[in-house]
């Protein structure tokens, strides 16, 4: 894994497969590489560990040319990075393949072949895929049968884009747990595993559905579904310009970046699922070793991706019963940690170049750790190459510096971390499925508390001339809070600070008076009543209070507290990504109304690249 794109047609498809793959260089990539079929029907392959620069200088050096073609930026899960291990794979240089995801079962699939003379030239599990093709071949009507007949043997997660000599004018498709869209073009067509690396070729396109098998020709798409019976897609059209980075419609990076949450998550979350299950793999070669030792649990991080740690404590420590400690990389750098016997060591970054958190890394690699771990947003980074185990989280680009989508997909990827701990220590399979099906749900009910943005917008007007807020919230609700009020303060230069509830009584309610507005996250939780106590301990000292609360929590608004219901109840998985959405934008609506510069805030940089 982890990017896909194809093509057939009229034209030499090789300059139009590098732009799809340098679109997609984001998703996070260790190599890559490209196939074309020319006019000899023979495959003609280029392939690189690496960026796709150095897979270009290949490419400029043997000036391959091709109607039809396929090409891939892989994430090694099984094998090293290496020329050897990148996508496409061929089987007796006849059938090429490129996959997004895991084949579980690659092992007796590989032994099975081993049998009948195949040679593996690899350590991936994609080769199995591409010898099993060309066994079929062998005995079926076409390469789309092959495919279909070899799918039916495989379990695991996959996108799966393959092409045969026999029949250069044809790309074949397979969607198990992993996004492949198919894009339409005039006498030609378009393969890639996000619409985006599309655009400069195409926005008309559809998606394949789980357990669809495809056929792509240049006058046409055929598509059966997992019942082998002929269906029609729809047809969509995107709505993202070719520069991605473009505001578009939004006034500000900021506000885009909010409302790309629900995709960004999804991506996050995609093609490392399989049936309920979390693919350990998608962590690294060596995540299923490291993670049966683990027995305790340090993450580092700085500022957003601090409070995301924070929350990860709570799921960490419920669902794994072992220890998770986090800690402000700038202060881990600068102490004498004890480390933990098996501890695993985690850092969060959305850039993976922050100082501090990249010396903390440094400095744990010589402390006895079991193993180190990055969360990060760039593939390219400091912090991802120096790590053994590595999560992309698929944010995408991020230009405002307040960081919003990079957070609540941290959150995504800690949610996969947690659950796969959790399998090593007795979690059972019924409540991981539930866990899993609930962190999937989770971007569709994004979409959902977006639409509080309107009503959000007229509550920003009851902030615009303050100079103090204070945001509370119990359990893990309360690093939400603590997120809630950096991004107050970051954008609108408003004086706000984040406390446990259940302080309010040792301190901060010395504060509390009617030009002190208190926002509070109230979830259906078991932890409800001692915040309403805590809220009745607002009002009754004047204070304003602003609410976000469950539908169902029995909080109306009355005399001095305002209340927002969120859409949907909420699960308690769910509840962190969820209650970020409504703080961050009551704080950029109250940024706008103050006239403050939303993208760029004064001495702030995206990446704090010193000490």
């Known amino acids: 894994m982890c990017g896909i794109v194809g093509a057939v047609a009229e034209r030499n498809v090789v300059p139009i497969l590098m732009e799809g793959l340098r679109r997609l260089e984001y ?141 250069p004018d044809c790309v074949v498709l397979a969607r198990c747990g992993c996004p492949i869209v198919v894009g339409l073009g005039i006498d030609e067509n378009f393969v890639a595993s996000d619409v985006s690396a599309l655009l400069p070729v195409t926005r008309q396109y559809i998606i394949l559905e789980e357990g669809d098998v495809a056929e792509i020709r240049r006058q046409g798409v055929k598509v059966l579904d997992r019942d082998g019976k002929h269906v029609e897609r729809a047809v969509r059209e995107s709505q993202l310009t070719a520069d991605a980075v473009e505001r578009g419609e ?22 490392r699922v399989s049936n309920g299950r979390v693919l350990p793999a998608v962590f690294g070669p ?56 098996k501890a695993l060591f985690v850092t969060i970054s959305q850039s993976g170049e922050t100082a501090d958190t990249l010396a903390a890394l440094r400095a744990a690699q010589n402390l006895g750790y079991l193993g180190t771990l990055a969360i990060c947003n760039v593939a390219e980074s400091s912090l991802v190459r120096e790590s053994e185990l590595v999560l992309m989280t698929r944010a995408g680009p991020e230009i405002g510096v307040a960081s919003t989508k990079a957070f609540t997909t941290q959150l995504a990827a800690l949610g996969l971390l947690a659950v796969s701990l959790a399998k090593i220590n007795g979690l059972d399979a019924g409540r991981e499925r539930r866990l899993v099906a609930e962190l999937m749900a989770i971007p569709a009910l994004i979409q959902k508390t977006l639409g509080m943005d309107a009503g959000i917008a007229e509550l920003a007007e009851h902030f615009a001339e303050k100079q103090h807020a204070l945001f509370l919230g119990r359990g893990a609700m309360y690093p939400v809070a603590m997120e809630g009020a950096l991004k107050l303060k970051e954008i609108s230069y408003i004086h706000a600070e984040a406390y446990p509830a259940g302080e309010l009584k040792h301190g901060p309610l010395a504060l509390v008076d009617a ?20 809220l009745q301990e607002v009002r009754a000292r004047g204070g304003q209070l602003y609410v976000f ?12 507290m305002t209340v927002l219901h969120m859409p949907a109840h909420i699960e308690a998985s769910q509840e962190p990504i969820l209650y970020t959405i409504p703080l961050q934008l009551l704080a950029y609506h109250v940024a706008v109304l103050k006239g403050t510069d939303v993208d760029q805030p004064r001495n702030l940089a995206k990446s704090v690249t010193v000490e």
């Not at 032994?111 to 066994?135: C, M, P």
């Not at 006034?251 to 999804?266: D, F, G, N, S, T």
């Not at 990860?312 to 881990?332: D, K, N």
């Not at 609360?549 to 001095?560: C, K, L, M, N, P």
């Open 549 to 560: 609360a469950d539908q169902d929590v029995g909080i109306e608004s009355a005399d001095g």
């Open 27 to 167: 998703r996070g990539y260790d190599s890559a590489g490209i196939a074309v079929l020319n006019g000899s029907r023979e495959i003609l392959r280029a392939r690189s560990e690496g960026k796709v620069t150095k897979l270009q200088e290949a490419i400029d050096k043997a000036q391959p040319r091709g109607n039809t073609g396929i090409a891939h930026t892989r994430w090694a899960t099984h094998g090293v990075p290496s020329e050897r291990n990148a996508h496409p794979h061929l089987s007796n240089g006849t059938i090429a393949v490129v996959h997004n995801g895991i084949i579980e079962n690659y092992e007796p699939l590989r032994e099975a072949l081993k049998g009948l003379g195949y040679e593996f030239l690899s350590e991936t599990d994609t080769e199995v895929v591409a010898h099993r093709i060309h066994y079929h071949s062998q005995s079926s009507v076409d390469l789309f049968a092959a495919v279909r007949a070899t799918v039916a043997e495989l379990s695991g997660a996959y996108a799966l884009a393959v092409m045969s000599e026999s029949d």
């Open 515 to 534: 030009e002190m507005p208190v926002i509070a996250v109230a979830p259906n939780n078991a932890l409800l009543e001692k915040l309403k106590s805590n």
């Open 250 to 271: 939004f006034r500000h990076y900021m506000l885009k970046e909010i409302h790309e949450q629900p995709e960004a998550v999804a991506q996050t979350l995609e093609e």
């Open 286 to 341: 060596a995540a299923a070793a490291i993670f049966q030792g683990t027995r305790a649990v340090h993450i580092v991080a700085c500022g957003t991706s601090y409070h995301a740690g924070l929350i990860a404590r709570y799921l960490i420590e419920e669902l794994c019963s072992i220890p998770c400690t986090v800690e402000i990389g700038s202060e881990y750098r600068y102490r004498s940690p004890l480390v933990p016997d």
